[in-house]
């Protein structure tokens, strides 16, 4: 009897166990299915046209005075009065008077250099007198003979012309010392600083002032070697120092106030050597009469301000300008071919920006750019295409060696396709589903939408699992959805 239970219990319980096996297996719920909405997305294109494009460069730097200088005075004394414009922040123009030094002791030299000079004209007078009597008196004596030099006074008569012409250049010195007591402006100009007042004792080598010109303003704007070459400047070698007159255009841009306001200016030269810290290359950007009110409401453009510069490079012609954010990955864009699929194509680029890409090499004219950001581009991905204008653009027919493509789904009608599979959820659903999601689903079945597809039904899902309710198969979505 032992022996018998031994057997027929581990036959039991597996009898057992198969029967709940076979229950569980009949009674399990149906498994849930997303609906596989198959659709063609629409793409916008446009066909690509070489174009001219002219290169940009974009730089900044700081405002500098074209000339700086650092009055000194030539002459010692005590400055006896200053001009209202000797003062930090004023202007003056060429030749104005900035301040005067005491001039009574260059008076009193003038004077003695003008006696002086006086006494050495009446001399060499006086020689020329004795010389032409002298001669006189030998041609009389002595008719053909040669008369010796000493006898003639030939010496002294040099001597009392050197003698002249020495006392004549010391009043020169005087009248020029005595000029000098009138420190004048060497340019149009602004005083930037100033070291001395009325009152004070100066002397040759003193800094009395720093002044600058203002009928230029410069900016030293920094450039790559990429962005150098694209400017249009000649090189400069040995023995030839090129006029820049016409050089590139530049714009100069500086706000102000939260107001941003601009200058016109044109590149000069260049620096005579690359920056070995940054290994840039520095062009000189000059504007005319910075200070001058040629545009009403502008301020001047004052020596340490920051500016943003615009430089007009070079003139590429025969490229293509697309977005930049239709470049992807930094090496490709997708073109539509004629037969209506999606196609990646590697670029050349000439020059970028923010805004655009310019390409040189890669593209061929005719060819149809997406312009649409087709998440997820598949190569040979099949599409619906239509230009700018919204005219949809049909599929050329296929060359029979074009080699085999993946066929092209159909695209879902804007009633029946999508009703079939929306209708039930909304019957099921009843008058528990949220007005949100009934507005969704009613929005996707009259359009015709697919893309949105994906996230409502995760919200149906979402809501009727939390509420009980059991969708039609296929309504909560999932893989291709």
């Known amino acids: 009897m032992k022996r018998i239970l031994q057997i027929l219990v581990p036959v039991a319980f597996l009898a057992i166990g198969g029967l709940v096996y076979i229950w569980l297996i009949r009674t399990a719920p149906e498994p849930r299915q997303r609906p596989n909405f198959v659709s063609t997305p629409e793409v916008v294109a446009r066909g690509l046209k070489p174009e001219s494009y002219t290169v940009t460069l974009e730089s900044q730097g700081t405002v500098q005075a074209r000339t700086t200088s650092t009055l000194i005075p030539e002459v010692r004394g005590r400055i006896t009065s200053i001009s209202p414009s000797f003062r930090e922040g004023a202007f003056f123009e060429e030749g104005d008077v900035l301040l005067e030094i005491d001039d009574s002791d260059y008076q009193t030299e003038l004077i003695v250099a003008e006696a002086a000079m006086a006494q050495a004209e009446l001399r060499e007078f006086e020689e020329l007198a004795r010389y032409e009597q002298a001669k006189l008196d030998w041609e009389r004596l002595n008719p053909g003979q040669e008369a010796n030099p000493l006898t003639l006074r030939e010496p002294q008569l040099r001597q009392a012309r050197a003698s002249t012409a020495s006392a004549k250049a010391r009043v020169t010195t005087a009248k020029r010392n005595l000029e000098r007591t009138q420190i004048k402006a060497p340019f149009a100009g602004r005083i930037l600083s100033k070291n001395v007042d009325v009152g004070q004792y100066i002397s040759p080598g003193n800094q009395l002032a720093r002044v600058y010109a203002v009928d230029f303003a410069e900016v030293r704007l920094p450039l790559t070697a990429t962005q150098f070459s694209y400017l249009d400047l000649p090189w400069v070698y040995r023995g030839e120092n090129p006029s820049l007159r016409e050089g590139p255009l530049v714009t100069l841009k500086s ?156 695209r879902q009608p804007s009633g029946g396709g999508i009703a079939s599979r929306i209708d039930p959820i909304l019957e099921a659903a009843g008058d528990k589903l949220p007005a949100d999601l009934r507005a969704k689903l009613v929005a996707i079945k009259e359009s015709g939408d697919f893309t949105q597809m994906r996230p409502v039904m995760g919200e149906l899902r979402e809501w009727a699992e939390d509420n009980g309710i059991e969708l039609p198969a296929g309504g909560r979505g999932g893989r291709g959805g």
């Open 255 to 410: 706000t102000v106030g939260g107001d941003t306001h601009e200058w016109r200016g044109r590149i000069v030269r260049t620096d005579g050597s690359i920056d070995v810290s940054s290994r840039q290359i520095f062009v000189v950007a000059q504007v005319r009469d910075p200070y001058g009110g040629n545009v009403e409401g502008r301020p001047p453009l004052k020596v340490g301000s920051f500016v943003q510069a615009e430089i007009e490079g070079k003139t590429l012609e025969d490229v293509f300008i697309i977005p930049r954010v239709l470049l992807r990955e930094n090496e490709y864009v997708l073109l539509v071919d004629g037969e209506n699929y999606l196609a990646r194509k590697s670029v050349q680029l000439a020059w970028e920006t923010d805004d655009v890409i310019v390409v040189e090499d890669g593209l061929d004219i005719g060819d149809k750019l997406c312009l649409t950001e087709v998440p997820f581009a598949l190569e040979g991905w099949p599409v619906n295409v239509k230009d700018e204008t919204g005219v949809a653009i049909a599929a050329e027919p296929a060359s029979d060696d074009a080699p085999a493509r993946a066929a092209r789904p159909p």
